[in-house]
């Protein structure tokens, strides 16, 4: 997605794949769509808790999509808001946010914990609390000017924001469910 907004400018070949520039960002929209359709169609609301067995689910259609699209224009309305009002406040680094995003990847192999979401989890509840904050930080740090205690603060929030998902998450992952197996042993 990152890549498709270079495919038509800028580039000697630009002119060469300016239709891809142009068809590729409704062809995702189409593929995010039927990722919805046929993730929610068979499956459920999914198994955040490990709880097996269907009677617990809710089907899709009316419940899941009020979420989704809420999230949707949620989302819409603020990038549309950095786009059209504020299209410099955040500054620009093409490689930055590609391995931010890229990152994102390695989570299904650092995430070691037996349960799927955080909602039973409280050291992975204030470390994504953490993760948040430095987010914000990072958000802030991109807009300000390349200057001397800019430079050395979004250098440490960088290394802590990669080390969240390289470091901190296996960590407390391995620590939760080591807890979790000492109050199991502690109860029998």
Known sequence: MMATGFLGYVLPYGQI????????????????????????????????LGVSGNYDRLPFAPYFIFKDLITIFLFIIVLSIFVFFMPNVL?????????AILILLVMPFTDLSRSRGIQFRPLSKIA????????LILMQLG???VESPFIEFGQISTIIYFSYFLVIVPATSLLENSLIELAINKNK
């Open 128 to 135: 994504f609390y953490f993760f948040v904050a430095n987010f």
């Open 91 to 99: 500054g620009d680094s093409v490689i930055a946010m590609f391995s």
């Open 143 to 145: 807009a300000k000017h």
């Open 17 to 48: 794949f300016f239709s891809l520039h142009f068809v590729l960002p409704f062809i995702l929209a189409a593929l995010a769509l039927m990722h919805l359709i046929a993730l929610h169609d068979s499956a459920g609301s999914g198994n955040p």
